[in-house]
């Protein structure tokens, strides 16, 4: 059992290690919105120490019995370690953050009951934008991903949300932009693209890919410069970074692209349909057209 237990936190190590390259990867078990980098550095510190201590508690036992203080804090991390992983598993579900009986109250002011029920049943041919309208305008209340206990509050209508990205970063940014999207708005949106705001249909594509990648839309700060698009009826990002120049940062159709400047080549061959007009939007948006 000795060897089992060097064994298991030679792999713990392994995984922490992991988890700061690849959190994803670090937390393969776990629900997709806790697969973050403080949430697998977390569980696998708790769960080397936890198996370094079974170690230690195996050793003493071979040898003349383990200290009973020593059982004590070996227990109390295996439970944690197991609590901690069964919170991983079950993730969060930000759906019920949203019930569907918050929309209904827009019927309470009906003073007549059979009447507010012949309204209803007529609502689907008479009345079809609706329903998304009030979808739009109700408050989300989401956890967060990096912070226990720490809740956001979305409000679809006006793009906004109360996490410190939103309000330090993005509250300044158009109405309708999809710079104002933060990972909260760009997770939730993504997931649910009958709410989504007509102004950002374009770029729906975009925005379930930084949702799933668990990050904002880019935005304009120092140091970097970022154009919102269209091409061919694709919705586009460009980022061009000063630290990362010559290269610039392209998003079309949900995809990820590489183009870099002074070469004037696709990174590793790949490049999107609309290939040449997308790299001359490129050199406008460097200042080099």
């Known amino acids: 059992m000795v060897s089992v237990f060097i064994l298991l936190t030679l792999i713990s190590v392994t995984m922490f290690v992991v988890s700061l390259i690849a959190p994803r ?3 393969f078990f776990a629900a997709p919105t806790r697969k973050t980098r403080p949430w697998g550095l ?53 759906e019920k953050a949203a019930p569907t009986a918050k929309p209904a ?19 689907p041919t008479s009345q079809p934008p609706e329903p998304q309208t009030q979808a739009r305008q109700t408050l989300v209340t989401i956890t967060s991903h990096t912070e226990a206990g720490t809740e956001y ?9 109360t996490c410190p990205d939103w309000l330090d970063t993005r509250a ?10 933060c990972k909260h708005l760009a997770e939730y949106l993504g997931r649910r693209p009958v709410e989504m705001p007509p102004t950002l249909r374009l770029y729906q594509a975009i925005i379930k890919q930084r ?5 904002g839309l880019p935005i304009a700060r120092a140091g970097n410069v970022v154009e919102y698009g269209e091409v061919k009826g694709k919705g586009y990002v ?23 400047l002074d070469e004037k080549r ?17 050199k406008t948006l460097a200042g080099e057209a």
């Open 266 to 282: 696709w990174a590793r061959g790949e490049k999107p349909k609309e290939a040449t007009a997308l790299a001359e939007k490129a």
């Open 105 to 123: 109250v827009a019927q309470a002011p009906s003073p007549v009951p059979q009447a507010a029920t012949e309204v209803a049943s007529q609502a």
């Open 42 to 94: 977390a569980f696998w510190s708790l769960a080397t120490f936890a198996f370094f201590l079974l170690f230690g508690v195996e050793t003493d036992r071979a040898k003349d019995g383990a200290h009973p203080a020593l059982l004590v804090i070996t227990a109390l991390f295996v439970i944690g370690c197991i609590v901690m992983a069964v919170k991983l598993r079950q993730g969060r579900v930000p």
């Open 238 to 260: 460009m980022e061009i970074e000063a630290r990362s120049y010559p290269w610039a940062n392209l998003i079309i159709g949900g995809v990820r692209y590489g183009y870099n």
């Open 153 to 161: 509050t979305l409000d679809i209508a006006a793009l906004s949300c």
């Open 25 to 27: 990867v670090g937390l």
């Open 211 to 215: 949702g799933d990648a668990g990050r």
């Open 172 to 181: 300044n940014q158009a109405s309708g932009s999809p710079a104002r999207l």
